[in-house]
């Protein structure tokens, strides 16, 4: 029984035309299917007449979305982590009362709040005593943690390599403004993962005093927690999604070549130094409880490597009380009552120079390069240097005399600005730029030098075609072939491409596959 592709309507056999709607009829083989066109005429509902209903999709996050997810898992984990154990282990509970908390949810958003100092954001601190006319002191505590901050980008970086090698194997390489896009979508949600750590953190916490209660308020900084790590993430997915964009434009911009050249030598250099600084620091601590009495915890273990690092380099640490209060001082070339085993500290800023000049050395850089790499490297030792500074900023909401609770200043660590410029500069210069040329001339290497550049030559002016030769006797006129008329081509075959173009979609690696 033949049935109306129209109507839907059935028609007894041998019908030609529909007997509800006048159209011809067909009888389509089983298991054919028909598209509905929506130019079916009014009637009856077509029951039965085989068309396509469209289900209806709901909205789906796209791919760059699901990566930036996939990426963060690790690094967020990595925080949570890193406060469970602290709020867990004796790490600087004798140090202060506010940390002196068994394991529980308030010494975890405790250590939470500590741990997301990683991001340079300030931990906030306001103490009152509830009932009295006792003054309500704010503070701010600057520190970064880098054992956290360091394994935060590691973890990002990993994640985001491993999903950029993954991404090689059935997309093509993002342009640079798919890897910008991609970059945003990661720092935003890495702002937002942020937010909701320090929203978390923040809590009451109550001490008991002598005589009176002591109300403790803590958490970080929201807005500088939320900006920094949205940049952070934004830095890390930026760099390893535009590589490839930074690499070609790198090969039109001679000092951009430099500069990431400089950069793969630095990096390994300071990333090798940060691995020995933490691993000395750690034996030092668990071997003496008075090398770093400002900063025990073993969180700041890195800190206290890199405490070594610029007292070994020559720089001068300056330890001050509250409001500029006692100053003290510890360098090199004076270490006072500080003892002199720490002149062993000079072996790491050396170790670190001959490691960059054997790289350079290695790597057989050009002057040009040597120069960048000296200027790279000293940026990067002495920002280092300087976000290993502790200090606090404290305020009184009124001139009360304080009751039923004593405050005891704390000491803040931090560096003098010039001696760690020249410090860094004098090192670095040794590293980058006489140590190589010691060893290219022990081993005989010259310095490669960069050939100059070629000058500019004229077109060509146009050759006027040759007259065609007469024919030869006995040769027909479709044998003749004029000078210059012919042109050999080498047939050969398009080499395969390493990787799907995705129909030219320059955003084809982050966006959603099509369904069905």
């Given at each position: ?5 129209s109507c839907?309507?059935?028609?007894p ?12 009829v067909?009888a389509p ?5 028909v ?7 009014a009637?009856?509902s ?12 709901l ?7 699901l ?8 690094p967020?984990?990595?925080?949570v ?8 282990s004796d ?8 940390f002196a ?6 010494g975890?958003?405790t250590?939470?709040?500590?741990v997301?100092?990683?991001?340079g ?17 704010s503070?701010?505590?600057h ?23 993954a ?17 945003l ?6 702002a937002?993962?942020?937010?909701l ?11 008991g005093?002598?005589s ?6 803590l958490g ?17 997915v930026?760099?390893?999604d535009g590589?490839?964009a930074?690499r070609?434009e ?11 050249l400089a950069w793969?030598?630095a ?13 000395v620091?750690?034996?030092?601590q ?14 700041l ?7 070594l ?16 209060l ?8 004076d ?18 120079a ?5 790289s350079?050395h ?21 920002a280092?240097l300087l ?5 606090a ?33 004098l ?23 960069p ?16 007259p065609a030769?007469?024919p030869?006797?006995?040769q ?8 210059g ?18 129909g030219?979609d ?9 369904a069905?």
């Open positions: 029984m033949p049935i109306c592709q839907g309507a059935a028609s056999d041998p019908a030609v035309t529909c007997a509800n709607c006048g159209r011809p067909a083989a089983i298991g054919d299917v598209e509905d066109t929506g130019t079916a005429a009637g009856p077509p029951w039965g007449a085989g068309r396509v209903h469209h289900p209806r999709e909205p789906v996050l796209s791919r760059g979305w990566t930036a997810g996939r990426v963060l898992i690790a967020t984990a990595l925080l982590l890193a406060a469970v154990i602290g709020a867990g790490d600087g509970r004798a140090g202060s009362e506010i908390t068994a394991w529980s949810a308030e975890f958003q250590w939470l709040a500590l997301l100092t990683a991001f954001t300030p931990l906030r601190m306001v103490m009152s005593a509830p009932g009295t006319r006792a003054d309500t002191i503070s701010d505590s520190l970064i943690m880098y054992v956290v901050a360091l394994g935060w980008l590691l973890a990002l970086w990993g994640g985001q390599h491993l999903t950029a090698r991404r090689r194997r059935t997309a093509a390489e993002p342009t640079a403004a798919a890897a910008g896009l991609q970059a979508r990661t720092g935003a949600l890495s937002a993962l942020a937010l750590l320090g929203l978390l953190a923040g809590h009451d916490a109550d001490t005093g002598k009176a209660e002591l109300k403790v308020e970080p900084a929201l807005l500088p927690l939320a900006l920094s790590a949205g940049l952070a993430a934004a830095v890390v930026l760099a390893v590589a490839p930074l070609a790198a090969a039109r911009r001679g000092w951009l070549g430099s500069l990431l793969q030598h990096s390994r250099v300071v990333g090798g130094l940060l691995v020995l600084l933490t691993a620091a750690l034996v030092v668990l071997s003496s409880d008075t090398a770093f009495p400002d900063s025990g915890s073993l969180g273990v890195t800190n206290n490597g890199l405490l690092h610029g007292v070994g380099s020559g720089a001068t640490l300056l330890s001050a009380g509250a409001f500029g006692g100053h003290r001082s510890m360098s090199l070339f270490l006072g009552g500080h003892g002199s085993g720490w002149w062993c500290a000079v072996l790491l800023p050396l170790a670190a001959l490691a960059l000049g054997w350079a290695r790597g057989r850089l050009g002057r040009r390069d040597r120069a960048v790499l000296a200027g790279l490297y000293a940026v990067l030792t002495a280092l976000g290993t500074s502790i200090w900023a404290q305020s009184r909401s009124s001139a009360a005399q304080v009751g039923g609770f004593s405050l005891r200043d704390r000491d803040a660590l931090g560096w003098s600005l010039p001696s760690v410029l020249v410090a860094c500069a090192w670095a210069l040794l590293g980058a730029l006489v140590v190589p040329a010691v060893l290219d001339a022990v081993r005989g290497t010259s310095v490669p030098v050939a100059p550049a070629a000058p500019a030559v004229p077109p060509a002016p146009p050759v006027p075609p040759m030769a007469p030869l006797p006995g027909t006129v479709t044998d003749t072939l004029a000078h008329s012919v042109e050999l081509v080498v047939d050969v075959p398009p080499a395969a491409a390493a990787v799907a173009d995705q030219g320059p955003h084809a690696a982050y966006r959603r596959p099509d069905g």
